[in-house]
């Protein structure tokens, strides 16, 4: 018998606190920093996103997209035996213990399921996706939690008008079961560190202190020269994995960074904007999160079926880039 991996349940959550372009835009004004709503949607296509409380954590958020995932799987907590949480924002500094060991400790569960932090910053849902589908087709794990959960304000320069507008905290989960039917079809992952320095945080610990940012850097026109390049390359991989045709792909979801990026790899797919689940206008980028929470979104709304084929991709840090490419 051939096992697959297979989607049986979703899940997303996003913090209370809505901010608008309009909110962010007041909030830097008062520090003397110019910027407007048209400014961020012409460049971005975001229009609000959402941060997280002080108190609320990476695993909080993650929490609750693992619930509802669980609930529409049909799942308790300890029918989970890995989880795979992928975040550039853990619980803890120096990101042990795990968060996604927290995540376990908080939904209650007590059968010493593993569980596993994955870092490729915003392919990071792609990362672990691939890796949970290894894991489950090699007959090791059969019900997998697959976590995305970010609280980017956190690490956000709000001096730096280029960055802080873009990004917002979320979190997305789906189970992934072990099955006799396909569902991850393919997936294909990629890394050139010789890109490292152009999306970083850059500070790191020397003698107890914080030497260099602990804010996020990023070279726009470096990432979005890249971005543009890899992701046509990596969907049509995964297709040829799958021995498919982009003209099979029923929704495609790609990282919600910039939708020009997104826009640009839907043309280059030959698929109509028709086909591509659009949620970075409401959510910013939620790097790790933005992928199962457009997934989440889509599922629930009714547009993504049964039987149908999704091509989810994303390029992050690192510099990382991968697809997946599942049949729901």
Excluded at 93 to 104: E, H, K, N, R, Y
Excluded at 280 to 294: C, E, K, M, W, Y
């Amino acid at each position: 018998m051939t096992l697959y991996s297979k989607i049986i349940g979703t899940g997303s959550y996003l913090p209370e606190k809505r901010v608008t372009n309009q909110d962010l835009a007041d909030q830097l004004a008062a520090k003397g920093i110019e910027t407007s709503d048209e400014w961020i949607v012409t460049r971005s296509g975001i229009s609000a996103r959402h941060f997280a409380e002080p108190e609320q954590k990476s695993s909080d958020l993650a929490v609750n997209a693992a619930k509802k995932a669980l609930e529409m799987a049909g799942l308790q907590p300890n029918d989970i035996d890995l989880i795979v949480l992928a975040s550039s924002t853990p619980d803890f500094f120096g990101s042990f213990p795990s968060t996604a060991c927290i995540v376990q400790k908080k939904l209650g569960m007590t059968n010493n399921s593993a569980a596993v932090d994955v870092q490729a910053v915003c392919s990071g849902f792609v990362y672990a996706v691939s890796t949970a589908d290894a894991f489950i087709r090699a007959g090791v794990h059969k019900n997998v939690l697959v976590i995305g959960a970010e609280v980017f304000s956190r690490i956000l320069n709000f001096d730096d008008r280029t960055t802080c507008v873009l990004f917002g905290d979320g979190a997305g989960a789906i189970v992934l079961s072990a099955s006799e039917e396909p569902g991850i079809l393919a997936t294909k992952l990629h890394a050139d560190g010789r890109h490292s320095d152009i999306l970083s945080v850059p500070g790191s610990v020397d003698g107890g202190a914080v030497a260099g940012s602990a804010f996020l850097y990023m070279d726009g026109p470096a990432v979005f020269k890249l971005a543009v390049s890899v992701l046509e390359k990596v969907a049509h991989e995964a297709l040829d994995k799958a021995g498919m045709t982009s003209d099979q792909i029923d929704w495609l979801i790609p990282h919600q960074a910039n939708i020009r990026i997104m826009n640009s790899t839907a043309k280059k797919l030959g698929l109509p904007v028709e086909k591509m689940v659009v949620t970075v206008d409401q959510h910013g980028n939620t790097s790790a999160a933005s992928i199962p929470l457009a997934l989440d979104v889509a599922v629930r709304d009714g547009r993504i079926k049964k039987g149908q084929n999704i091509m989810m991709e994303g390029v992050g840090g690192g510099f990382t880039w991968g697809a997946v490419l599942a049949r729901f």
